[in-house]
């Protein structure tokens, strides 16, 4: 269960610099389970979801686990804006600070990234994405609802190793909001 001492909540635009420094360090720490590499985003003035942040999008936002207002987990919403598929968003960026992993805040930051993408008009599935490696990501996934539907072989490759993607879909009609 999540301590009371941690809030989830929907960043807000002063926080996209605290994102940035939590994305950079996620990047840093685990590159074998993020197609984004830290050295390229490190160079980018602007990560992916600064400026959804700072403008406050409602079809691009980042959820933040807070302890005592220091941001230590994101989870990150992104709709696809092509007519013939924004009935569909993906989850992106899911990480937790190893220091406050082992306490269900990735579960909670998952859990009000979906209910939050889910309140929006025309949002009927959400897609998830897990390195196949990382089997707690992979269950926490599954315990959620969602189902794995492909695998893309030799996905990235860190370090001269290869890594498979897998690929999983959330259907709105199929989810119990808890």
Known sequence: ????????????????????????KCLKKYPMYFTSNYHDEKAKEKLFFQTYIEKSDVNNFVIGAFMNDTLIG????????????NHK??????????DYQGRQIGLSL??????????????????????????HAE??????????????????KVGGIYYDHKMM???????TSS
């Open 1 to 24: 269960m999540v301590r009371m001492d941690i809030e989830i909540r929907k960043l807000k635009p002063k926080e996209s610099i605290f994102y940035r420094e939590l994305r950079l």
């Open 74 to 85: 994101i989870s990150g919403f992104n709709r696809y804006d092509r007519t013939k598929i």
């Open 89 to 98: 968003g993906r989850i992106i960026q899911v990480y937790v600070n190893p």
């Open 110 to 135: 998952i859990k009000v990234t979906i209910d939050e993408a889910f309140k929006k008009k025309g949002i009927e599935q959400i897609e998830i994405d897990v390195i196949s490696t990382n089997k």
């Open 139 to 156: 269950k926490l996934y599954k315990k959620i609802g969602f189902i794995e539907y492909g695998i893309q072989k030799n996905f990235i």
């Open 169 to 175: 879909m959330l259907f709105k009609n199929q989810y």
